[in-house]
């Protein structure tokens, strides 16, 4: 039993009215119940006034009402694990009641928890759950239309999270015309905010301030203080990129008093952060440190990973310009740190969703086919009742039950392997390159294009294991390095639309299974080539790697493209917002120095810039001097 619990002194008349005429009619849509309930939403002491009456009085939708609304001040405040919490007693309740719009509602403010905490597969099987249980109703309410809408959102937001800003564009435009339809001015506030920062990801800036401007008008329209906020810093955001950086400073310090009012920390966090950005640009490094170093406080308190990674690399920043580079150093590896910890835990639970799903289907495949088998020896067992058919179920279903065993013991043992690899992964494996890998094979199973799915995952396992293999060595032949950076080659080309022309050139007739190098060590200028020399390029695009004998003992290994040449890249680089850094080079170097310990000579990377006659750049020359013993 509930405790008796007393509200005569906090709860108003009006309320406790609304509560006894609800609690009499009983709605039974979410519309109904906010007509009686709406003006006191969100407060938390009448909301739990409510909760506690419906209770007492076994209405299940007044309940789930109340702890829905309850959930959102919660999340708002980001309390995930409070919110959580009460979002699942609201979808016990809403199940107890089998009220299918509740369900819908309820799944999906759990998804939007789980979007917000970056935890990728909950948050898409709750939106899809949502939209399958909200479409099997013929003729949708209000409410239900609404929740699809919701559901279309999240999709997107999930896609936007992994930077398939296309597709997330697309999903965004299809929901608000259903916004449109049903004139809901605050889901066209929250899409044109959603528009605008896939536009300023894809470096569209005029793009992303026209949505975000169409957003302020709605947030204005339906007086949302937070969505106001929001759509002022993200203005303030783009305003930076633009050069604008007084009136970016403005609207920031303007917007801060007013987030500190509201009480949204991750607001405020993403707001000081801005500021001090902003500060940094206008050579006012004091005030941008108090700001760096307050966001990155407050983004520690709650646990903000993305938060913290940007704070460190703007303090980096600061600290470099101070001439303090080894305070500037620090904050650039913490950066590094909570930067990768994001990517690396949202590629791993890719890669474990997508394994667990594959074994979870092989088994489900092989309960129905021992279920057919079954069958038809349940058939031949009533013509022929003899003991050897009986033994023959008999062994039939023993088979069967040793298998499913045999291949849960293999489940079991396959997970403890993924857990050790996962942590190799970590530290040998560039996760950008993982987790884009990972997304170009999502899209070809998205677009149903099963055999490119399949190859192209062959591809990939092949590559992962022999990095997890040279991972363990010191040294690898250079056969053996070159076999990993074709596969590479052909992962990452996938990216390209195959547009990328690869090739390797030994000459010399040198016998690459007799040269040993570190592991790994070509990989970065590969990328390199890629993302900085090729990706902005029109017309071909070649890469070619050669092999041959220099001087003094040494083995040349010569990477060359035909790109855009580092000072155009460098200029494009700076235009992008989400910028590739090419941290991997100086790592590689640092491993070849300590590697070359053991010879008489030292490897040695020069880096060419290739000009035309008229000095125009045309690429990109890398030349890596390996020793001999």
């Known amino acids: 039993m509930l405790p008796h619990l007393s509200y005569s002194q906090e709860i108003p008349d009006t309320l406790k009215e609304k509560v006894d005429s609800l609690l009499l009619k009983t709605p039974k849509t979410c519309q109904e119940i906010d007509m009686f309930l709406e003006p006191f939403s969100n407060d938390s002491i009448s909301l739990r006034y409510i909760e506690t009456k419906s209770i007492s009085k076994n209405y299940l939708l007044g309940q789930a009402y109340a702890l829905n609304q309850l959930g959102s001040i919660y999340r708002d405040l980001t309390q995930y694990t409070k919110a959580l919490e009460l979002y699942q007693k609201a979808l016990r309740a809403s199940v107890e009641a089998d009220n299918i719009e509740f369900r819908v509602y309820t799944l999906n403010m759990i998804s939007t928890v789980y979007r917000r905490t970056e935890a990728v597969k909950s948050a898409l099987d709750y939106s899809q759950e949502a939209l399958e249980l909200a479409e099997t109703v013929i003729e949708p309410n209000i409410g239900l239309k609404k929740s699809i809408i919701t559901s279309l959102n999240s999709i997107a937001g999930i896609y936007q999270m992994l930077e398939q800003y296309d597709l997330a564009i697309e999903k965004y435009e299809n929901s608000m015309i259903l916004e ?14 959603n528009l605008g920062e896939c536009y300023e990801s894809q470096a569209k800036l005029e793009d992303a301030l026209k949505n975000f401007r169409k957003s302020l008008v709605y947030n204005e329209m339906v007086g949302s203080n937070r969505g106001k906020i929001i759509c002022n810093y993200s203005i303030a955001h783009v305003y930076v990129h633009l050069g604008k950086i007084d009136e970016a400073t403005t609207i920031l310090q303007n917007n801060l008093l007013k987030a500190i009012s509201l009480g949204d920390e991750k607001i405020i966090t993403t707001i000081y952060i801005n500021l001090g950005w902003a500060l940094i640009r206008l050579g006012d490094y004091d005030n941008a440190e108090v700001n760096l170093e307050s966001g990155l406080a407050l983004a520690k308190t709650n646990n903000l990973n993305s938060e913290i990674a940007e704070a460190n690399k703007f303090l980096s920043e600061l600290w470099i310009k101070r001439d303090d580079y080894e305070k ?25 969703d997508m394994i667990l799903r594959y074994e979870s289907q092989m088994r489900a495949n092989q309960l129905e086919r021992l279920a057919e088998e079954n069958e038809t020896v349940r ?26 065993l045999y291949r849960q013991s293999q489940l079991n043992a396959d997970k403890k392997l993924l857990t050790l690899e996962q942590s190799m992964l970590r530290s040998q494996m560039n996760p950008h390159f993982l ?45 053996d390095e070159l076999e990993t950076v074709e596969l590479y080659m052909n ?130 020359q890398i030349v890596i001097y390996i020793p001999t013993i």
């Open 180 to 193: 449109k339809q049903l004139d809901d001015k605050e889901g066209l506030a929250v899409n044109h905010q």
């Open 328 to 352: 500037g150093m620090s904050y650039f590896k913490e950066s590094r740190k909570y930067e990768e910890r994001i990517t690396n835990s949202l590629n791993l639970r890719y890669v474990n």
């Open 379 to 404: 058939l031949k067992l009533k013509k022929n009742r003899t003991m050897l058919t009986i033994i023959g179920i008999f062994l039939i279903l023993l088979i069967g039950i040793l298998y499913i």
């Open 435 to 479: 987790f884009n890998s990972l997304n170009s094979i999502k899209l070809y199973i998205i677009n149903n294009e099963k055999k490119n799915a399949v190859h192209y995952l062959n591809k990939f396992s092949k590559l992962v294991r022999k990095i997890l293999e040279a991972s363990s060595q010191r040294e690898i032949s250079l056969a």
């Open 491 to 620: 992962i990452e080309n996938i990216r390209f639309s195959n547009e990328i022309n690869f090739n390797i050139h030994i000459k010399d007739d040198i016998d690459t299974h007799n040269i040993k190098i570190p592991s790994l060590i070509l990989q970065p200028f590969l990328e390199n080539a890629l993302w900085h020399g090729l990706s902005s390029k029109d017309g071909s695009k070649n890469i070619d790697l050669e092999i041959k004998k220099g001087k003094n003992g040494f083995i040349e290994i010569v990477i060359t493209d035909n790109g855009v040449g580092r000072d155009a890249a460098e200029k494009i680089k700076d235009n992008k917002l989400l910028k590739r850094k090419s941290v991997g080079i100086d790592i590689t170097k640092e491993r070849l120095a300590n590697f070359s310990r053991d010879y008489e000579n030292y490897f040695h990377v020069d880096i060419i810039d290739k000009f035309d006659d008229n000095t125009k750049p045309i690429g990109t």
